[in-house]
């Protein structure tokens, strides 16, 4: 549940700044995503003492359609990061905030995906701003991805995920396949990589007919 939160989370934070809103849907913040999309996501997650790091970090290339606003499907190519630190005696899930919460995206990622998710490449620079200490920092993406074992296919009902001040609906015709991922994801203020002596969690998906709402403040 957690990984499928960060993924969609990094969507939110991608695509809701490019997807208008209806007037009638404004106030309620939903957001609605439509079409065919090929996705490459890496979770790396590390713990330093007390501190635990999660970065994530997802690709997409697909359609995005949005009515009645956006009544024709558009291109879209996006590569986002989120990244979330916490300190372990103190949990977010006790109410203590997080050390970190700092998140980008770029609209000209250099992205390579093969449609028998095999394999995906991502180059890309992101410019990332902590909430907590209001430091801004560009990060520099260089990713490969190479699918393993078995691909997955699944035609959804619709699937809620539910949390507090937030519902998010899915369905959709999604092709997923685990994949191994090498590279680096560095803080080129401080040279830190984040993708460095981690746990990996990692996937490539080629979606079709899918829908994504997101109603926050729900």
Request: charged share 20%.
């Amino acid at each position: 549940m957690k990984r499928i939160l960060f993924l969609l989370g990094a969507l939110t934070l991608c695509l809701a700044a490019l997807t208008p809103q209806s007037s009638a849907e404004a106030a309620a913040q939903v957001f609605r995503f439509r079409g065919g999309n090929q996705i490459a996501s890496a979770t790396f997650s590390r713990t330093d003492g007390t501190l635990v790091t999660n970065a994530m970090t997802v690709a997409f290339d697909g359609f995005n359609q949005s009515p009645p606003t956006e009544p024709m499907p558009t291109p879209s190519l996006i590569a986002g990061v989120v990244i979330f630190q916490y300190d372990t005696t103190c949990p977010p899930e006790e109410g203590c905030p997080f050390t970190v919460d700092a998140n980008g995206f770029t609209e000209t990622p250099e992205f390579q995906f093969n449609r028998d998710l095999s394999s995906a490449d991502l180059k890309a620079t992101v410019m990332m701003t902590d909430m907590v200490s209001g430091r801004s920092f560009p990060l520099e993406v260089d990713l490969n991805w190479i699918g393993t074992g078995e691909t997955l296919h699944t035609v959804d009902n619709p699937f809620k995920i539910r949390e507090p001040g937030i519902l998010i609906t899915i369905t959709g015709n999604n092709y997923r396949r685990m994949a191994e991922v090498s590279g680096s994801v560095i803080d080129l203020d401080t040279n830190f990589d984040f993708a460095s002596q981690t746990t990996v969690l990692a996937e490539l998906e080629r979606a079709s007919g899918n829908e994504i709402r997101i109603e926050i403040g729900h």
